[in-house]
Nanobody
Framework: VQLQASGGGLVQAGGSLRLSCAAS????????MGWFRQAPGKEREFVAS????????YYVDSVKGRFAISRDNAKSTVYLQMNSLKPEDTAVYSC?????????????????WGQGTLVTVSS
């Protein structure tokens, strides 16, 4: 499974960005998908995930109400809509695929990872 993330960039605090992650080489509809981020000098952190049928999604508390994860199985793509961005959201955001379908925040459930896209939020 290959994952290609895109959509990062520089945005002012309070702004919005939409990240995309296109998958190929696997059965996208059977995977749970997640977004993780890693800020400079910090450990990787779970951000959001969505189960295979988009029935359930999960978020880290710090982004609840601001971020929304969605998926389009016909396009083999998962999205992360990020609104009301804050400087502390600055990080490299990576998408990941969980073939077990759990869709939780455990990085070890995700054997497939994209290369990451940088999001920088200026104050």
């Amino acid at each position: 499974v290959q994952l290609q993330a895109s959509g990062g960039g520089l945005v002012q605090a309070g702004g919005s960005l939409r990240l995309s992650c296109a998958a190929s080489g696997g059965t996208f509809s059977s995977y749970a998908m997640g977004w993780f981020r890693q800020a400079p000098g910090k450990e990787r952190e779970f951000v959001a995930s969505v189960r295979r049928n988009a029935g359930s999604s999960y978020y880290v508390d710090s982004v609840k109400g601001r971020f929304a994860i969605s998926r389009d199985n016909a396009k083999s793509t998962v999205y992360l809509q990020m609104n009301s961005l804050k400087p502390e959201d600055t990080a490299v955001y990576s998408c990941a695929a969980d073939p077990g379908g759990y869709g939780l925040g455990r990085a070890y459930d995700y054997p497939y990872w994209g290369q990451g896209t940088l999001v920088t939020v200026s104050s």
